[in-house]
Each structure stands twice: as C-alpha cells, then as structure tokens.
C-alpha cells in the first residue's frame, strides 16, 4: 500500500467503521480520529515530499503508483503528487478536521451525515492524488454526489431547491468537462500509439491546435463552473446558504478549489496554447467575477449569502492568476486558494456557530455580539481581516503575489485589468467592516442574546486549527511559497517554452 | 563598521508584546499588562537612542554623507528572481530619527495611559494594541524596501482601526473607526498601484537602489509616456495618494476628526505623532525620485500640502470640541511638511525644505503629543470635549495649564520654543521657491497662533463654570509626561538638523534669516493678540464676526461639507446605485437565466409527459401501428 | 395429403382472429376482456404454428410441440393474470384499467 491512496483508504475504513457502530455518539469520535490520522498523514506527506525534494529528488511528480484498471480503453488508477497537490490535500485535511468538530452537535442522522461528510471528503482526497484524467473526474463526481444529500437532508432554508440546483449546475459543468476530458484523451497519441488518460504523459504531446480551441473552453469552463466562475456561480450563494456548517466549510474551503486545481492542472497545463490564445476572454469573465462578487457582497444581508459573495469573488481571483500564466501570478493562485480554503471555512464555522445560539443569520437582526460572545466574535474579526488582506495573515500573502505576478504580464490590457481587480481590495474592506460593525460591534440591540454561552471546546479545536493555518502562513509565508514555485517550474517552462512571450 | 543586529529586537519586542498581552493578558493579569507594556516600551526607547548615538555620531561618513546601513535583512516572500519582499532594517537619518520620535512618544502616551485608562474595561486589550501599532510603526519606519513598507503600513492602518474602535460598544467610535479604515484603504489602493507601477518599471523593490540618485532606477520609467506624464511620475502620485490618505491630506482627511473617538492617549500617538505622519515620511523616503524623476509628481505634493494646511485652519477656527481643533491644526501642520517637500530639491542648499520638513516632523510630534495629552488631562477633569463647557481652568490645573501654554507657544512659531525654529525653515524654503505658496503658508502662520489661543484662552481663562465636580489635577503617571514633552518641545529647536538630517546625508549650512523669522514671529503674536482680544475680553466680536460671514462660517463650520459629499457617494452612489443593482441583476439575471433553463427542461417536459401515459394499450397499439406499417414499407416499398 | 382444407383457410382463420385479439385488447379496459383478447392472439398463433407444421414439414413435430408451449405458458400466465386481476378488484372494487392508476407520475 502506498502513502497515497492511503488518503482515500483511510476515510473509506472510517466510514465502514462508522457503519459498524451501535452507539450514534461513538460516530463522531471515529471520525474526529479518523480525521485526525489523516490530518497526521498529511503532515507527515508534507514531510516526506520535503524531504524527497531536499535529497534531490527532481521528478515532476513524487510517489507515483500506476495500476492498470481497464485495459482496452487504457484506464490507469494513476497516483502522484507534487508540491501544489501536498499542499491543497494539507488544506483539505485541516478543513475536514476542523468541519468535524464544527458539526459535533448534529441530532439528526447522526451517523448517515457523517458518512456522507467522509465520503465527500474521500472524493476531494482522491481528486488530489490522481493523476490520471479518468480517476480524477471519478473521484470528482464522488465528491459531488454526497453534497446533494448533505444540503438536502441537513440544510436549513430552501434546502431541496438548493441542493438541486447546486448538483445540476455542478452535473452541468461536468457534462461540459466530461467532453473536454474525452477531447484530450482521443488526442493524446497524435503518433498513433495507445491512446492514455496520463497527465504526465499527454503533457509531453501538443494537441493539435484546433482541437485546442474547442476543448480548452470546454474543460476550463466544465471546471470553472466548480470554481464559481461567472456567470455560472449562482450555485454557490443558494448552496451556501442553504448548506449545514460542516458542508459550507468543505464547499467553499475545498470543493472549490478542485476547480481551480483542475482548470490548471488540465485545462491550463495540457492546453497551454489555446490558453494563451483565449486568455483574454476568462480574464474578463474572471474580472467580472472578482468586482462583481465584492460588490454583490455588499448588499447582502445574511452571513452565509455576504460569505458566499465574497467566495465567487476570491475564487474569481484564483481563476485570474492561473489565466495569467506566468510562475508568480500561478504561486499566487495556488497560495490564494489555500489562503482562501482556510479563511473562508473559518468564516463559515463561525457564521454556524453563530447561527447555533441566536438562530438568525440576519445581520440586522444581530448587534454587539462582541460582548456576549467574545471568543468568536474575535476569531470573526480575525477571519475579515485575513480575508481583507491584512499583512500577517494568508490573505495578504496570496492576494500580493497574485497582484505582482499579474502586473508583469507583458502586454497593457492585462495590467489595466490587474488594475481592475487590484480595486477589489476596497470593495472587500467595505464589506467586511460593514458585517463586523453591524454584527460585532456597537451596543447589544437584541435582550434575549445577552446570555449565550461563548465557544465551546469542540469549537474552540475547530477555530483555533483554522486561524492556526491562516497565521502560519501569513508570517512565515517563504516555505509555502517555496514548496509550490519549484513545482510549478516544470510547468511554466512547458507554457513559455510553447508561449514566447 | 558598527554591529547594528540588536535593531531586530526593536521590532519583535513589541511584536511578541502583542501576542503576549493579547492572548494571556486578559486571563491572567489584566493589572499587570499596563506596566509590563510600558516596561517593553522603555527597552525599545533604550535601544532606540543607542541607535541613534551610535548612527550619528560614531559611524562612519563617506564623502561628508551619513550611509544607509541595513542592519539586517531577509527574504520574506519571493515573487520573482528580482522582485522580493524582505523584511528589514534600513538605518539612514530619517529612519534613525523617527525611531527617536516614535519610542520617545510612545512611551510617554504608555506611561500616561496607565494613568488615564486606569479601571478601563479592556485594559490589557489597551495596551497588547499600542505594543501592535508599535511594532507596525517601527516596522514601518525601518522599512528596507517600499513593499515591507507597505506590509506595515496596512498594520499601522488596522492598529489605528482597532484603537479608534476601542469603546466599540459605542456607535459613533464604531463609525469612526469604519471609516478611518476605509478611507485610508481607498488611498492605500493607490500606494498598492503606485508600487506596482514602479516596480514593473524597475524590477526591484529595494530602497536603497530605487532612491539611489545616479542609479539606474531613477533614469528608468521616466522616458515612457502614458497620458502625458512619464511612467515614473504617475507612479509617485499613485504612491503620493498612499500619503495623502495616511496624513489626512485633503481629499482624504475626512477619517482624522472623526478618528478622535478614540482614546485621547491613542489620539496622541498615533493621529498625532506618529501615524499621520507616515504620509510625509513615505514622500521623504522617496524623495530622490520624487525630485530627480517626477517633478510633476512633486508639485502636486506642494500643492496638496499646502492647500490642506490652509483648508485645516480654516475649520480648525471655527470648531468648540478641542480634540477636533487639534485634529485639524494636525492636518494642518502636515500640510506645512508636505509643502516643505513639495518646494524641496535634491542635495545642496535646494534640499533646505526636506530638512525643514523632517524638523518640523520631529518638533511636531512633540508639540502635537502635548497637546494632545494635555487636553486628555483637561477632558479627564472637566468630562466633557467641548469648549462651551470649559473656562478658567488654568486654577484647577496648574500643571497642565502651563505646559499646555507651552506646547500652544510652540505651535504659534513664537521663540525661543521648537516650532519657531522648524516654521522658520519651512517658510524661507517656501519664500526661496515659490511665492503663493508662500503667502499660503505665512497667512496660516497666523491663523494658527489665533485658533490655537482661542483654544487656550476659552479653556483656561474666561469666566469660571459651575462644575458638577470640582476638576483636579490628573494623578503623577499624567503629568510627568506633560512634563518631558513640555522639555521636549523647548530642547527639540535647539538640536542641529542641518548637520545631521538632510535629502543627500551631507551637511546643510542654513542659518535663521532674520526677514523671513521676523515677520512670521510677528504674525503669531498678531494672532495671539486677536484671540486675546475676542476670547479673554468677553467681547461680542465673535459672534459678530460669525453673523457678518455667516455663510463662510457655516461652511466652515460644517467642514465644507465635504463629509456629506463622501456620505453622499458611499451611501447613495456606491451602495444604491451599484451594489444594489448588482445583488438584483445577480438575483433577476443572472439567476433567473439559471432556473430559467431549468424551468424549460421542467415545461417541456410537463408537455411531452402524456406520451408517457402508463398505459399498456396505448402502448400496443403504438406498437401495432408501427409494426404494420413497417410491414407495409417493407412490403411494397421496399422492392 | 393435399386433400381437404387448403391452408389459406387457417390462415385467414388465424388472422382474423388474430386482429379479434389486438382489437379487443387495444380498446377494452375490463381487464378480464383484455386477458380473454390476448388468449385469443396466441390461439390464432397457435393455429398458425399447426396449419404450417402440417403443410410445410408433415414429418416433423416442432410445430406441435411449440404450440403445446404455447398452450402450457398461456395457461399459467392465466392463472397469474387472474390473481393479480382477483387482487386488484379487493383492493380497487374495479378492474377497470384507466382506474388503476395509483402508480402513474
């Protein structure tokens, strides 16, 4: 057994373990452990691939394994990862560790939910490892699925209208991807020998222009819908919205990002042609998405739709700097996405928290929370700071790196629009200030609120795990940065070597 | 080559301050945290003038001119091989002297909190937040390249954010601090493009080689044109918009006034001293591009300087709540050193204005603190911001009394205190540059001796009020701060500028020119007089001179509306005709186009559901049907 | 051999009753009448399968035995056909078939 598809064996033997449970209040404590072996694996992959890297190891991809699954068509259950893939499965690992202790208190269906959250996870674990295309949309069609049960089942609201729109919109966007995929894999041997699912060996071919053009859209929109990409985001705010805690946490902190990962590690990395060509196209659309989703986040009035605005608004971002194509826009959209996973699933666990002692999340209804419940008040004043890019904390990391790597882009539209998104950065301040002054601060409007409890400990190892992440990054953000530039060396040679720019 | 690594610990002391205060200081001694953050402080102070010793008077000059030492530097982030954030020391004359500035006023703001935030709720949280500012301030200044400067400055914006808001349950401090922060995060935009501007043009962020006058970043960028002016210039008054929103310069002033809902202790530190002046300390760190590259640039930081210190006066004369007269005599006065910069040259005799600007800097934040913590003793006594409610106050507090008169004598330009000497150097740079500008600056001379006395004279003098309390004097840990600041603003003019702080490091021979010190001593004793006359002899003159010029002074008094004006385009513009529609189109449009897809698959499929009947004859007899007429095709059709 | 009743009278025998079937079980809805039209198919079916055997291959028994299939799966398919009719007329009173419509949508 190899160190990686031990990340999807773990959760599946979690889950059957789960299933062989009598007592329901046993269930979150195997998961909490299984979890947390898997948060300790992640690390401990962390340290491994550092450690390959230091010894030299110079190979794209470490730890490869290639079991042949279906012959005829040349199906491989492929895995691999490099330091782009170690770090979002380290992101996934502490979002799902920290989504479990967030929904600690779940009455209804107690072990079905968990199962489903596992197994959501395993899908987004097994996304991460594959590098094969065919077990990569398997898996991300194995995430999808269970959302639609978590939202439906466990979600507050117009939960049914939600999950339904979510999963069909998401279905949608793999329909899309599905042909994208099927486009690459029929190219993949112009020399006529077997036809591969391999990413590592289709990058070493050029596709032919003209299939290109057709199949780059193609997969980056069938991914970008994933990643909110307007104007096929309108999924994200209702599902959000609707979804419970844990689900909110995993939906914007991980699932994602599996379409940023994907537009760039397929869409970008396989299509580095047609993506140059048709860059100019997505950078409006990604612009759209960043100005419009601030400003979208402004006028909002629930916690979850603000949070879920601000997501189409950062993962437009994300989207940009990949469309930039050159190493330190890409670093940062990496960094961006982890930064933006880990903040933007602590927002969510507190919005939950929040949402668990006045059942509102209407933030006119709430006020001066922060004398009630200080604990998480300050932890949301720390999450809106990070996510307005404050220096010290991962959004200003991400968010900086994007915006340099953008602006040496050579030719002038690209700039201005870098301009353009740069501005983002205000509209953010003024919707984050604005939800913290409204809900935070100020005098206790609402009597009732004035004996809530504040955090509980369950709560506290969720938060604290999270805004943990997010400093660390922020303060010594070299090795992150590191770890993810000399994985994208190899790939950016690809793209400039074909794109003299 | 002297050994300046101790310089680390100036910032991480307060930094680990910080975490210690803000994490543990609430569980475990809230008593304590006061004084264990005043302690760290005083290291720092000690450092600092090591430091200080140490740079001016023991390292070594090449050519007559003080080196930049970086006393030590690593890579933070590396965006590209050239392009790299480090966080760093860099040790030249300004940074040395802010450092002097920035301890020395921090440290007396500390000691005089313990006194004035005494049985505060949040005390530790006080005191883990002014060790958070400190550090982003020393940070600030001690930048080694634009980008960690900027990193510091967005942390200097949060601390004055969190500060502002420290009585959060309070709604107009809630506001306030809102807007500070946004206000200043809109001009910082502009910082953020001007950097990004000026490094895409040079490829570096470093200080040391940007500002280097025959290197090659100064002759880069300038030969591009892009609307007009070159590439460079456009870069400076982005990076200037930075300035302006930090110092509080118009168009962007509005957030200062409003910012004194803050402690009074933390109006002094940071809107007073220290932050505000951030803005002319970026300017003078850039200053070699600024005067060799864009000149243009540099106009408009002459003409924005002074304009804003006219502006301010202005108002400040016609405000009753004294922390917003001190507010707008602080924007006012930075004005006077943005001006400064503004009529400045490189090197020689034509850099006189940048060694005034970084004299007055230095004697303001002495003065400005004082007065500041001054008014806080009299808001703590009186309990009230208003003038209205103050008079005759000079018999309750002595000792505020006079080294508030001090610090007004000061910022009057009357000798032989500190402001005469910095205002004398600003106002011959001026005269040597440019005349309207001058005329500006020597007119607010005097305004500034008048509103300044008219605050002086109504709280001190006058009639005496009845007092629900008899006011007395504030407790020790209040006054000695007065005390040394009051010293501080007497020593401060004697110190030689010229010799140590100047644009090109070298020796600038200047002396006071008796015709343009003169008239300008002349003119704060005329305005002096003024407030005498009107605020002492209980004549009827004001209100007078108020109905006479009732329009000018309502618009003065209401700060020309200008606040109104940004109320109108936030409130009505950005939130009524952009985000609204924008939360609508996405709801109406966009949405609606997503179900509306989803609402045609379900139609058509309501319509087409009757073929689906259920029905099993139905069925057969499609079936049949199409049997037999299969058979009929292939029967007789298909021959 | 060829003495008696030539084959195009089984035939048109069998398709007239054939069409007797499709007719009745296309337009009837008591379930009992459709049962009795689809009986009457396979008996047309049945007659085809006898007529055939005799004429085309006299040496042979496949034809005989297939309609003994015929017969034998007709038969039990009656019997289960009449259970379920039993069963839906206790649960509906009816066994009408545009009346049994619980399932449908």
Known sequence: MDILSLFVVIPVLTITAILLLKDTRQVRLVSAFGMGLQLLMAASLVFLYLTARHAGNNDEMLFIKDYLW??????????????????????????????????????????????????????????????DLFTMFLFYELAVIPMYLLIGIWGTGPKEYSAMKLTLMLMGGSALLLVGLLGIYFNSSPDGNRLTFNILEISKVVIPLPDQRIFFPLTFVGFGVLGALFPFHTWSPDGHASAPTAVSMLHAGVLMKLGGYGAFRVAIFLMPEAAHELSWIFIILTSISIVYGAFGAI????????????????????????????????????????????????????????????????????????????????CYVIAGLASLGLPGLSGFVAEMTIFVGAFQ????????????????????????????????????????????????????????????????????????????????????????????? | MINFNYTIWIFLL?????????????????????????????????????????????????????????????????????????????????????????????????????????????????????????????????????????????????????????????????????????VTRFADLGFLIGILILSFNTKTFDFITLTNPTGPAIAQGSGIAFLGLSVMTWSMIFVFMGGVGKSAMFPFHIWLPDAMEGPTPVSALIHAATMVVAGVYLVARMFPIYAL????????????????????????????????????????????MMLALGVAGYGGHEGLGYMASMFHLFTHAMFKALLFLGAGAIIHAVHSNYMTEMGGLRKYLPITHITFLIACLTIAGIPPFSGFFSKDEILAAAFHSNKILFAVEYAVAGLTAFYMFRLYFSVFW?????????????????????????????????????????????????????????????????????????????????????????????????????????????????FRYISDPVAWFDRHVVDATMNGIAGITQGVSFRIRGLQSGQLQKYAFVFITGAIMLAILFIYLWK | MNSGIP??????????????????????????????????????????????NRYLYPHKLEGMFFSLFVIAVAASEAAVAIAIIINIYRRFTTINVEDVNEMKF
């Not at chain 1, 492929?78 to 009455?107: H, K, P, Q, R």
């Open chain 3, 7 to 52: 084959l195009q009278y089984f035939l048109i025998l069998a398709t007239i009753m054939f069409f007797a079937g499709v007719y009745g079980f296309l337009t009837r809805r008591n379930l009992i009448t459709i049962l009795m039209s689809v009986e009457l198919i396979l008996n047309s079916v049945n007659i085809n399968f006898l007529a055939f």
């Open chain 2, 293 to 336: 590259s864009a000149p243009v640039a540099l106009n408009v930081v002459a003409y924005v300087g002074a304009f804003s210190s006219l502006f301010a006066a202005v108002i400040a004369c016609t405000q009753t709540d004294i922390k917003r007269v001190l507010a707008y005599s602080t924007m006012s006065q930075i004005g006077y």
């Open chain 2, 14 to 182: 307060p930094f680990l301050m910080f975490l210690f205060l803000g994490l543990a200081g609430h569980k475990y001694f809230p008593r304590l945290s006061g004084i264990l953050g005043t302690c760290g402080l005083a290291v720092i102070t000690v450092l600092s003038y090591i430091t200080a010793y140490k740079y001016f008077f023991t390292s070594e000059k090449v050519d007559g001119a003080y080196q930049k030492i970086i006393a030590f530097n690593f890579t933070w982030l590396q965006f590209t091989d050239k392009l790299h954030i480090d966080i760093g020391a860099l040790l030249d004359p300004i940074s040395v002297m802010m450092l002097i500035v920035i301890t020395t006023v921090s440290l007396m703001v500390h000691i005089y909190s313990l006194g004035y935030m005494k049985g505060e709720k949040g005390f530790e949280r006080f005191f883990s937040f002014l060790s958070l500012f400190s550090f982003s301030m020393l940070g600030l200044v001690l930048a080694t390249n634009i980008f960690q400067m900027y990193i510091f400055w967005e942390l200097v914006g949060v601390s004055s954010f969190l500060l502002i808001g420290f009585y959060y349950q309070k709604p107009s401090a809630v506001r306030a601090s809102k807007k500070a922060f946004i």
């Open chain 2, 462 to 574: 006058g009639k005496d009020i009845n007092y629900h309390q008899t006011p007395h004097e504030a407790p020790a840990t209040m006054t000695i701060p007065l005390i040394v600041l009051a010293v501080g603003c007497l020593v401060s003019g004697f110190i030689p500028f010229n010799k140590l702080v100047t644009s090109d490091g070298k020796i600038l021979e200047s002396e006071i020119e008796l015709m343009i010190a003169i008239p300008s001593v002349l003119i704060g004793l005329l305005g002096i007089g003024i407030a005498y006359l009107m605020y002492v002899k209980e004549s009827a003159i004001p209100d007078k001179l108020a109905a006479t010029f009732k329009y000018g002074y309502k618009w003065a008094y209401n700060k020309f509306y200008i606040d109104e004006l940004y109320l109108f385009v936030t409130k009505k513009i950005i």
């Open chain 1, 299 to 378: 006028a909002q009035k629930d916690l979850k739709y603000i949070n879920a605005y601000s997501s189409i608004s950062h993962c437009g971002l994300v989207l940009f700097a990949v469309l930039m194509m050159n190493q330190t826009a890409m670093n940062g959209a990496i960094i961006q996405m982890i930064s933006h996973g880990l903040m933007t699933a602590l927002f969510f666990a507190l919005i939950g928290m929040i949402y668990g002692r006045t059942h509102t999340r209407m933030i006119y209804e709430m006020g001066g929370l922060m004398k009630i419940v200080p604990f998480l008040s300050v």
């Open chain 1, 70 to 131: 279906f012959k005829s068509l040349n199906i491989h259950y492929a895995v691999g990862v490099d330091g782009i893939s170690v770090a979002m499965i380290m992101l996934t690992s502490l979002v799902v560790f920290a989504g479990i202790f967030a929904s600690w208190e779940v009455e209804f269906l107690r072990k079905e939910f968990f199962i489903s959250l596992i197994l959501l996870a395993s899908g987004v674990f097994g996304f991460f490892i594959s590098i």
């Open chain 1, 409 to 501: 882009h050579p030719e002038l539209f690209y700039r201005i629009v870098t301009i353009l998104a740069v501005s983002s950065i205000v509209i953010t301040a003024v919707y984050i200030l604005r939800v913290i002054a409204i809900l935070l601060l100020g005098p206790t409007t609402n009597e009732h609120f004035e004996h809530l409890p504040d955090a509980k400990w369950f709560e506290k190892i969720s938060v604290v795990t999270l805004i943990g992440s997010v400093a660390a990054i922020g303060l010594a953000p070299f090795w992150l940065s590191t770890m993810i530039g000399t994985s994208l060396h190899p790939i950016i040679e690809k793209i400039i070597a074909l794109n003299p720019f």
